[in-house]
């Protein structure tokens, strides 16, 4: 399959970016290098294109029943104008993706949903439409995003604008927002564990858009970064990615995402049954964040023992940038998950000795 390009393809090029191929999507995994441009994220501000995301839209007299209904988030808590995350489950509790939720108004919801999903998320809300009165469609080709991220990100931005970004909170959108003549939606959202936003146009405007944010960033170190650093990023920030902490085979709960599936709310979703039911009786296994005691650098997949039994196994491992430690996730058995128990990974067909720490990494720095 030829990689598909975004909007943004020629400028990664001529900015001498590293481009490969990631979920069907050509897209840069670093330019300069993957720890100047975490650190420029940390410490100051970076850009990222995101055009490779998808946008569906669900609108109609039944929009947030709807909505609702396929997420394991309470949509009915969100006013107008807000953003949530959350997950749309398979009946048996496994994930059919993680995403974003805009609510325009309780007849108008804007989801952002992975690369690698789209057709599939598309396919399954368009199947449990059901008797439900509403209007779903994929506009993901015509839409181009970009993710300015950073401590300076606000200050960089608000060069481009009229709009007061101060007034626009966390998780918030607001749209109709002209950045350098280009009229967008901005939200204050991120994949980084920093302050924030995430800019939507069409796929003409986000070139101009890139290009202006990169010029006024200038002066602030700005840096355009690739996926090597959003996925270092994240992990620092305890945020999941799909396919590694949650998937069709590890349910929101395993993954230590509770706190974004309601079980508790009085209308009903896909997946609530076999959840509750095994939140009720325990859960068998969880993922658990990790430090290594001796050397190595874990990595996704790599087996985890304790006492000579296998456990579970590693879904995101890194040399921290920022701890500068050797620290992951694994999904390992329940018994296991308690914080300080010595654990051993398989590192090179040799046992290299772990313990248990709190998933909140960033909080260690």
Known sequence: ??????PLYDKHVELGGNVVEYAGWALPVQYEGLIPEHEAVRNAVGL????????????????????????TN??????????????MC????????????????????????????????????????????????NISPTVGEVAIQGPLAEKTLQKLTDTDLS???????????????????ISRTGYTGE?????????????????SILEAGAEFGIKPCGLGCRD????????????????????????GFKYFVKLEKKSDFIGKDELTKQWNEGLKRKVAGFELIERGIPREGYEIYKDGEKIGYVTTGYMSPTLKKSIGN?????????????????IRKKLVKAKVISKKFLKNK
């Open 90 to 137: 398979y009946p048996h509790g496994g994930v059919v993706d993680d995403l974003l939720v805009y609510r325009f108004n309780n007849e108008y919801f804007y989801l952002v949903v992975n690369a690698s999903n789209v057709d599939k998320d598309y396919e399954w809300i368009i199947n449990h439409k059901g008797e439900f009165d509403v209007e779903v469609e």
């Open 330 to 346: 694994a999904l390992i058995k329940t018994e296991y998950t308690a914080l300080g128990t010595e654990i051993d990974i398989m």
């Open 232 to 255: 270092t990023l994240r992990f620092e920030a305890s945020l999941p990615l799909y396919g590694h902490e949650m998937s069709e085979e590890v349910n929101p709960l395993e993954g």
């Open 167 to 185: 007034k626009i909170g966390f998780f918030y959108l607001q749209r109709d927002v002209v950045i350098d003549g280009v009229n967008c939606m």
């Open 195 to 211: 302050d924030g936003f995430e800019v939507y146009t069409d796929n003409e405007g986000i070139v101009k858009v890139w290009s």
């Open 74 to 87: 309470d949509i009915t808590t969100i006013v107008d104008n807000q953003v949530i995350y959350t997950l």
């Open 48 to 71: 990222f294109d995101v055009s490779h995301m998808g946008e569906i839209i669900i609108k109609g007299k039944d929009a947030l029943a709807f909505v609702d209904y396929l997420m």
């Open 1 to 6: 399959m030829v990689a598909k390009k975004t």
